[in-house]
């Protein structure tokens, strides 16, 4: 498995998650990661990216302000804060692996390596 993202669950509304996603260093060198959603009978979007720097993130509209991704490249690891969850952000979460940076919304086919998914729920 090249990247396997982790930290799903159960959260009520207004409350914070923190997803993990781990990546093997072949996958991890070099490549920007980001975080796809796919809600139940929904298909699955763009959430946010960040750049092998660091220095760079994008967010989706729908979480601006609210998620935050984050990156330890010693520990080859991207986190996915969220926050003021809303029960519309419930769905399947997954990173992604993507060479280089384009500081504009990944579409699937960008995609170079995908993880399995996370499931978060948001519910009272």
């Known amino acids: 498995v090249q990247l396997q993202a982790s930290g799903g669950g159960l959260v009520q509304p207004g409350g914070s998650l923190r997803l993990s996603c781990a990546a093997s260093?072949?996958?991890?060198?070099?490549?920007?990661i980001g975080w796809f959603r796919q809600a139940p009978g929904k298909e699955r979007v763009f959430v946010g990216a960040i750049s092998y720097s660091g220095r760079s993130t994008f967010y989706a509209d729908s979480v601006k302000g609210r998620f935050t991704i984050s990156r330890d490249n010693a520990k080859d690891m991207v986190n996915l804060q969220m926050n003021s969850l809303k029960p519309e952000d419930t769905a399947v979460y997954y990173c992604?692996?993507?060479?280089?940076?384009?500081?504009?919304?990944?579409?699937?086919?960008?995609?170079?390596?995908w993880g399995q998914g996370t499931l978060v729920t948001v519910s009272s």
């Open positions: 992604a692996a993507r060479l280089g940076w384009y500081g504009t919304v990944w579409l699937e086919d960008h995609v170079d390596a």
């Open positions: 260093r072949s996958t991890f060198q070099g490549a920007a």
